[in-house]
């Protein structure tokens, strides 16, 4: 999503404006060194994003080449950090959770080794019908 500045000239005054090939020519090369980023160009020159990115496509040398330039904000870098961060500790606390599990079903497989009884549930057998009793008085 672009984002959209707030300009001091008027929408009039920066169509007039005309920056040089030799301009933008630097301008490209600084970002693709990470000297400066696309918010700042914006920010300094009163320039639209889109514009630069019409003179990253003009003239970046990847482009030359067939190589992709990534441009990723700062903002970008630190959420993926910490999604990365959220997937460790989740996947710490699937593996705790793994373990108690595991010795859960050992102490429940020792203690019917031990009483001689079947604490586990048996899923294939149709459940336990009561008495017959609906309540009804049937007199």
């Known amino acids: 999503m672009a984002r959209r500045y707030q300009f001091t000239m008027s929408e009039s005054q920066r169509r007039k404006r005309f920056f040089s090939e030799e301009f933008k020519r630097r301008k490209v090369e600084e970002l693709e060194q990470k000297l400066v980023k696309i918010s700042e160009i ?3 020159y009163e320039v639209s ?3 630069v990115y019409e003179w990253i496509n003009k003239y970046s040398r990847m482009k030359q080449k067939k190589e992709r330039m990534v441009l990723e904000s700062d903002s970008d870098t630190r959420k993926l950090h910490a999604m990365k961060e959220r997937i ?3 996947e710490r606390i699937i593996g705790r959770k793994q373990l108690l599990i595991d010795f859960q079903s050992k102490v429940i497989e020792l203690a019917e080794e031990e009483y001689k009884i079947d604490i586990k549930k048996k899923f294939g057998e149709a459940p336990y019908s009561g008495t017959g009793i609906t309540g009804k008085n049937t007199e």
Do not use: P
């Open 88 to 90: 460790k500790e989740l």
């Open 49 to 51: 994003d889109t514009a």
């Open 42 to 44: 914006c920010r300094e």
